[in-house]
């Protein structure tokens, strides 16, 4: 037990130290730095909000067409950066393997971590933004907002164990990585709330945390101006079986790995 | 005490594997100085990554009893893209020292001066060395793996180095590959010969390097 405190208390150094290195390493110190992680997800939503309230009435089922593009595309920015960085991650690290107590998880932990927040803070940024012109409620329900962010971050956490050790097992697979952010697209809840689908689309992408989370999200943003679909149980345990295998691939390709 | 016990390890590319080591046993005492020795190719690099825990070998095991240093060689163990000074910072951290004395400690070995500020890729090979020695002897770990890399350091380097292994911590155990005879002659109290994937453990150095020159 003494030594499971120890190693515990180790790989949380660890990941602090890997945190701080990744964050100089990718924004330097000039300028404005680790705010950098909010722009692309800011200008991305902008951008696509403006062509969409275009394309669409300025408010849709009760939302403001820029609120609720705000509301899917953030999230999504933060899945893409996540599958994007995940690809061939052990390798690009591999130097630092040289330190027994540095592990191939703690890589995608610190991306992941390193993208969900600048995600949410991209996400508040633009809430409070779009507060100031009146077309962002003030969240009806944070709770529920937090969990359906938690339950999106856990799934692609585990998304990314899986998809950072396939990387590097084949070339073909690495190439699959950008392929598979578009596949995720539509069952992903972006575009559209469930409750606007036909009942047995809606049944199907329950299996999908990506939907349940996104669910949520809205609704704790949005509050009873939509109705929500979600099933917890369901994308938790989807969760938990993608980290599981992604955990055996992981250590597998780990034990085989050449270190130069 | 660190152990080896039956490693194995093969190298893969396609269908061609390359049996690296067969079976290596051996253990590494407190206080021991050990040559290793072995033409190129033989596995010396190989064996010292597996015992650092870089690598993992095909088969076998490696018990470590005491604190065992990462393998001091020409690559690894820094990140590239960051200055001395933060490769510095984030070895202090992950191996829990307090940063002010390593640097310190970093500065005054080293002498590498405001290059500790430029980023560790445009090092040259004696300039990592020394950042990497610094950074080892600061931490104190029980056992040290060097592999090669005493040998790219200028003179003064070269003298600091044995100074501080060789003189201030003779409590300390020392895996040392190198094709230098007379360090390992000099220095080493026992000596392993790397050939055709096995090792033989020889008490007597002199031995050693009689089988090494016949190789």
Request: net charge negative; hydrophobic share 55%; proline share 0%.
């Given at each position: 037990m003494a030594r499971f405190n120890e190693g515990w208390r180790i790989q949380i150094k660890v990941i602090r130290a890997l945190t701080s290195r990744e964050l100089m390493t990718r924004f330097g110190r000039q300028n404005i730095g680790f705010l950098w992680i909010m722009v692309e997800p800011l200008m991305f939503a902008s951008l696509v909000g403006l062509v969409w309230s275009f394309l669409k009435a300025p408010t849709n089922h009760g939302m403001s067409v820029f609120a609720f593009v705000a509301t899917g595309y953030i999230p999504l920015t933060f899945l893409r950066h996540s599958f994007g960085q995940s690809a061939k991650i052990f390798v690009a690290n591999s130097s630092l393997l040289y330190h027994r107590q540095v592990k191939v998880f703690d890589f995608i932990i610190v991306r992941v971590l390193i993208e969900s927040v600048g995600a949410m803070m991209a996400y508040i940024f633009?809430?409070?933004?779009?507060?100031f012109f009146g077309l962002f409620p003030f969240p009806a329900d944070i709770g529920?907002?937090?969990?359906?962010?938690?339950?999106y971050v856990f799934f692609i956490f585990s998304l990314c164990t899986i998809l950072a050790p396939i990387s590097e097992m084949s070339e073909v697979v690495e190439k699959l990585v950008p392929v598979s952010v578009y596949i995720a697209l539509p069952f992903s809840g972006v575009f559209n709330m469930a409750a606007w689908l036909p009942p047995n689309v809606r049944d199907a992408l329950m299996w999908s945390p990506l939907v349940s989370g996104m669910e949520l999200m809205r609704f704790g943003a949005f509050g009873t101006v939509v109705t929500p679909y979600y099933d917890i149980p369901k994308a938790?345990?989807?969760?938990?079986v993608c980290l599981l295998i992604?955990?055996?691939l992981s250590r597998r390709v780990r034990r085989t790995m050449t270190i130069t | 005490m660190i152990e080896c016990?039956?490693?194995h390890m093969d190298y893969r590319n396609g269908h061609v594997t390359k049996n690296v080591l067969k079976g290596i046993d051996f253990v590494i005492n407190p206080c021991d100085r050990i040559g290793l020795l072995g033409r190129n190719g033989a596995g010396k690099s190989t064996l010292i990554r597996l015992i650092g825990g870089v690598e993992m070998p095909t088969a076998g095991k490696v018990i470590r009893r005491m604190t065992c240093s990462w393998p001091l060689g020409f690559t690894?163990?820094?990140?590239?893209?960051?200055?001395?000074?933060?490769?510095?910072?984030?070895?202090?951290?992950?191996?829990?020292r307090p940063y002010a004395e390593i640097r310190e400690y970093v500065e005054q070995f080293t002498e590498l001066g405001s290059n500790l500020k430029m980023p560790v890729k445009i090092y040259s090979s004696g300039m990592r060395a020394r950042?990497?020695?610094?950074?080892?002897?600061?931490?104190?770990?029980?056992?040290?793996?060097?592999?090669e890399v005493i040998m790219v350091g200028d003179r003064n380097f070269q003298n600091k180095s044995k100074a501080e292994f060789f003189e201030k911590r003779t409590d300390r155990a020392l895996l040392l590959a190198s094709h230098s005879l007379e360090m390992v002659n000099q220095y080493c109290n026992r000596a392993i010969v790397l050939d055709d994937g096995r090792a033989t453990v020889y008490e007597d150095v002199a031995e050693a390097v009689e089988v090494y020159k016949a190789l």
């Open positions: 633009a809430g409070i933004v779009l507060a529920v907002l937090v969990l359906g962010w938690a339950i938790l345990g989807v969760s938990l992604g955990l055996i | 016990r039956n490693l690894g163990g820094f990140q590239g893209s960051l200055t001395g000074y933060d490769n510095a910072r984030f070895i202090a951290r992950i191996y829990d950042l990497a020695f610094a950074l080892s002897l600061a931490i104190e770990f029980d056992c040290y793996l060097i592999d």
